[in-house]
């Protein structure tokens, strides 16, 4: 059980093109759900917070108009890269908590390699 | 600001060894700290998730322990095998519900 899937798994886009990752909770209902980021050689830096049916919370630093962040259902979360440029190329990963989930644990899907030329 | 710290940055050893990762963390209030294991260009599977009432927790060839007053985990790895290299990340949780912070993690390389 628990397990987060992420779709595309890679994707290849052109500068100035908007990309959707799609984070989805296969076999739990996911009331919250983190984005992250990581750089090539750094560790998973925090984007922002997706809960089910209300606007996300980003962190410091992260432009809301660039990365749209929408979680409109208990399985899914989806994060837009609009207008990407080759400085958005990272690897984004998303987890995914249950509501039963006491001890705060997270489940990881497997990550989205983006590249932006 | 809770800051995470893994030492060493990279690990090599030969394969048998008994091996010891190191993670420090700024905040002794954190709610639960887990450790992943993430392959190159993979996501992170989680190893242990240690509460923070609990001193350790152990899983096969793993055992991780929490020392919350000093700040300290340690993840000792048994009888090291080819198989077990890869990037082992420490993340603590600050309340339930939140984010997970991430420590930059340990490369380890095992040599058959």
């Known amino acids: 059980g628990a397990v987060v899937s992420q779709h595309p798994s890679w994707v290849i886009c052109k500068s100035g093109t908007s990309v959707k990752i799609e984070c989805r909770s296969l076999?739990?209902?996911?009331?919250?759900m983190f984005w992250y980021r990581q750089f090539p050689k750094q560790s998973l830096m925090l984007m922002a917070t997706s809960n089910e049916g209300s606007k996300a919370t980003y962190e410091q630093g992260v432009e809301k108009d660039k990365f749209l962040i929408n979680h409109a259902s208990l399985t899914l979360s989806t994060l837009t890269v609009t207008s990407a440029h080759p400085e958005d190329s990272s690897f984004y990963i998303c987890s995914a908590q249950t509501r039963t989930s006491s001890y705060n644990e997270q489940f990881f899907g497997p990550g989205t390699r983006l590249t932006v030329l | 600001k809770q800051e995470v710290t893994q030492i060493p940055a990279a690990l090599s050893v030969p394969e048998g060894e008994n091996l010891v990762l190191n993670c420090s963390f700024t905040d002794s209030a954190i709610y639960n700290l887990q450790w992943f294991r993430q392959d190159p260009g993979k996501g992170l599977t989680s190893l242990l998730l240690i509460q923070s009432s609990q001193r350790e927790q152990t899983s096969g060839r793993l055992n991780a322990s929490l020392d919350k007053s000093s700040g300290r985990s340690t993840l000792y790895i048994a009888a090291s095998q080819p198989g077990d290299s890869a990037t082992y990340l420490c993340?603590?949780?600050?309340?339930?519900?939140?984010?997970?912070?991430f420590g930059k993690g340990t490369t380890l390389s095992v040599s058959s």
């Open positions: 993340a603590v949780g600050a309340q339930a519900g939140t984010a997970l912070i």
């Open positions: 076999d739990f209902q996911a009331t919250t």
